[in-house]
């Protein structure tokens, strides 16, 4: 293979740009095909989620040279392996999903548990919406049989939502918020019921957000935009706050109000990418000293795609799977996920069969 399609920022901008000539444009773009190292596996790709983050791309928040392939929401089937790839679990025809990011696991941070800062994170970051892409046999995971590809694909956003998880140290009884209603929020907001917490709420403008919220396990919700947040948690939780506060928006305009509803020593998390330029306002009199806050965030997920394998056929992930668009519908796919009409817009790159939706759909 010499060359392989692949979905790309094809010009730097906003994709929400109302100015036509100042709109990021995303379009199909042939790129050089990687090869097969000693330890990789190339696997042909079957379906390929847009993120909140690829929007971010398109601005240039990783670089402004253009074309910037996509995509690292990936399921697929393994159609080559290197002649030294190790793993004895791995065959040619496999059904797969797995991590975008590979880590050494010889550097300094991969020798002392902190993954997320391996030195040489980057090596094998390459873009998976796409018709094949090329990992390393340490970034592929096997879909259990009764997880389809299609669902496959949602691993890589349920192991953010594990480490989110695990970042908030969340205990049975703690009284929980989220703000931000798309896969992310929605995911996080599943495991935090899973989890045994109270007055669980989600902060969402979004109508249908919200409703699915309430599917998901959701005691209360609250509209920002007509609701006061600090009313409605001082309503929620009889004035104490919550103990868990979990953001998953990513906007400038949420983050700040969350401080205000967390409870003295209780635990915040940014679960979600940021402006680069965009500076938190915080006293540090009134939210470390006196109320004794943690504050902390999420940056990729170590340790986490093993249970999140294990969490794709317990999690309901049917809302998320109702968009999607073939690979050379690119352009389409992204407007109707910038859109907002679907909490979830998935490429299908190729058109593979699944012995394993046909399983999941005898259950």
Known sequence: MTAVETVAVTRIGSLRAPDAG?????????FPADEVGPED??????????CGSDP???????????????????SG????????????????????????????????????????????????NRPGMARSVVWHESQVYRLPEEVSLLKGCLLEPTSVAVRIAD??????GDRVAICGGGPIGQLTLQLMARYGATSLTLIEP????????????????????????????????????FDV?????????????????????????????????????????????????TLTGVFVSPYTF???????????????LQSVFDLEQAAEAFETHVGGAFPKVIIRCNDLADDGAERAGRR
Not at 276 to 291: A, F, G, T
Request: aromatic share 8%; net charge negative.
């Open 56 to 74: 971010h791309l398109a601005e240039g928040f990783f670089g402004t040279e253009v074309p910037i392939g996509l995509g690292h929401e990936l």
């Open 77 to 124: 089937v393994v159609a080559e392996l290197g002649p030294k790839v190790r793993r004895t679990d791995l065959r040619v025809g496999d059904r797969v999903s797995g991590n975008f990011v590979r880590f050494c696991g010889a550097c300094q941070p991969c020798q002392d548990s902190r993954q997320q800062f391996c030195e040489h994170l980057g090596d094998y």
């Open 41 to 50: 596996v190339r696997i042909t790709v079957a379906y390929a989620a847009i």
């Open 306 to 320: 093993p249970r999140a394998v294990r969490l794709l056929d317990e999690l309901d992930l049917e809302p998320f």
């Open 206 to 241: 979004i109508a249908e957000r919200r409703e699915l919220a309430r599917r998901f396990g959701a005691r209360h919700v609250i509209d920002p935009k007509d609701e006061s947040l600090e009313d409605r948690t001082g309503e929620i939780t009889g004035g104490a706050g």
């Open 245 to 293: 506060v979990i953001d998953a928006s990513g906007s400038r305009h949420a983050v700040a109000g969350l401080l205000d509803i967390a409870a003295p020593g209780g635990t915040v998390v940014y679960g979600a990418m940021y402006p680069e330029d965009y500076e938190l306002p915080l006293n540090l009199s009134d939210y470390l000293y006196r109320k004794e806050l």
């Open 22 to 30: 100042q709109r990021g444009t995303i379009g199909v773009v042939t």
């Open 167 to 172: 970042k908030s140290r969340v205990r049975p």
